[in-house]
């Protein structure tokens, strides 16, 4: 198994490197294999969270499983389970990929290049949020107007 560095991981996650990395640690003490863990912010926000941790095929899928009845809770919990897993593996493949297209090079810069969040999904997903409920308030004034 390839060796990925602290300094690697760390430059490649970005915000909130300190949760990540003990995570990631044990997945590489476990030779890369998967053990369950908790993250919070991917179990309550879910397809946003993957589009700010940059996992955009993940995000695709959740999005269509989101119109699955029933489906979303599970879907939840699920992502909760394997949220610090998914982005271990992305970071450790695209690492791996970057020190042998650039061997014996310090990768770090474009580990962060190439990892790290996409900030502006957090204002995108409050502005839907937003917008959102102001639709269903409105949906609720109008129909209660019209008698329903």
């Not at 499983?65 to 998914?86: K, Q, T």
Request: some cysteine; aromatic content about 18%; charged content about 15%.
């Amino acid at each position: 198994m390839d060796i990925v560095t602290d300094s690697e991981y760390t430059a490649f996650i970005g915000p909130e490197a300190h949760k990540y990395l003990p995570r990631f640690r044990m997945f590489d003490d476990l030779a890369g294999n998967f053990k369950a863990t908790w993250n919070w912010s991917a179990f309550f926000f879910t397809f946003w969270w993957l589009l700010y941790r940059k996992l955009y095929a993940y995000a695709a899928l959740v999005f269509v499983l989101s119109f699955v009845p029933y489906l979303n809770f599970a879907v939840m919990i699920a992502s909760g389970a394997v949220g610090y897993f998914l982005c271990y593996r992305k970071a450790r493949t695209d690492i791996v990929r970057l020190k042998q297209a650039f061997p014996g090079m310090d990768v770090a810069m474009r580990c962060a290049e190439l990892g790290g969040v996409h900030r502006f999904v957090i204002w995108v997903g409050v502005l839907v949020s937003v917008l959102c409920i102001l639709a269903a308030l409105t949906l609720g004034v109008v129909g209660a107007m019209l008698g329903d």
